[in-house]
């Protein structure tokens, strides 16, 4: 497995996996960030040899213990919006690079030439714990509210990521680090 920390997130990829972290590569901070047209960037772009050329492009956000400060971002579409605008400029741009035969993306263009044949984007968003069932085994009603909010929020997010990335067969899909599916392939880990 290989290795990567965002944040205080960790993350396991198989080695096989072609992994680059996208907003720290020399790509994106050189040529792509030097065109001036500010183009946003994902944090992760994984190539998945042997599943029909899959693309992954791995947005993480922790708004542990920021849950207030960020919850208008959900429920505005501020969020699905950021994430939809980052995909689609590291998406064009990798098909620059590849263009331009820039190394880092040389390891991906298996998943990009001819054109991907699935390309997926994960919104991984860590947010501070829900609450549970006590020891009375029962929520209280401002408990149950808390739940049902982030539940919907959650969902509504997903829902307009998907339904922004659909015209361009782009799926979406959000997680946190405990309910990545074990399909996924990939690890993640609060640090």
């Not at 290989?2 to 992994?19: H, L, M, Y």
């Not at 207030?68 to 429920?75: E, M, Q």
């Not at 400029?89 to 098909?95: E, N, P, R, S």
């Given at each position: ?136 085994g029962h929520l209280s009603t401002a408990n149950k509210w808390k739940r049902a909010t982030a539940v919907k929020l959650r969902g509504e997010a997903l829902d307009l990521l998907q339904g922004k990335l659909k015209p361009f067969r782009i799926t979406a899909a959000l997680h946190n680090c405990a309910d990545v599916p074990a399909g996924a392939g ?6």
């Open positions: 497995m290989q290795t990567f920390d965002e944040g205080n997130i960790r993350f396991a990829f198989p080695a096989v996996w072609s992994v680059l972290k996208y907003d720290d590569s020399l790509f994106y901070r050189g040529p792509v960030s030097r065109t001036g047209a500010g183009l946003a960037a994902v944090d992760f772009v994984v190539a998945q040899p042997g599943t029909s050329a899959a693309l992954v492009l791995l947005e993480v956000k922790d708004f542990r213990g920021y849950a207030t400060a960020n919850r208008s971002r959900l429920a505005s579409g501020d969020l699905a919006t950021e994430v939809a605008k980052k995909a689609l400029d590291t998406f064009g741009a990798l098909h620059a690079g590849l263009r331009a035969n820039q190394r880092e993306v040389r390891d991906l263009a298996s998943a990009l030439m001819p054109y991907a044949a699935l390309v997926h984007v994960v919104l991984l968003l860590e947010e501070d714990e829900l609450p549970r069932v006590g020891a009375s990939w690890l993640a880990t609060v640090r």
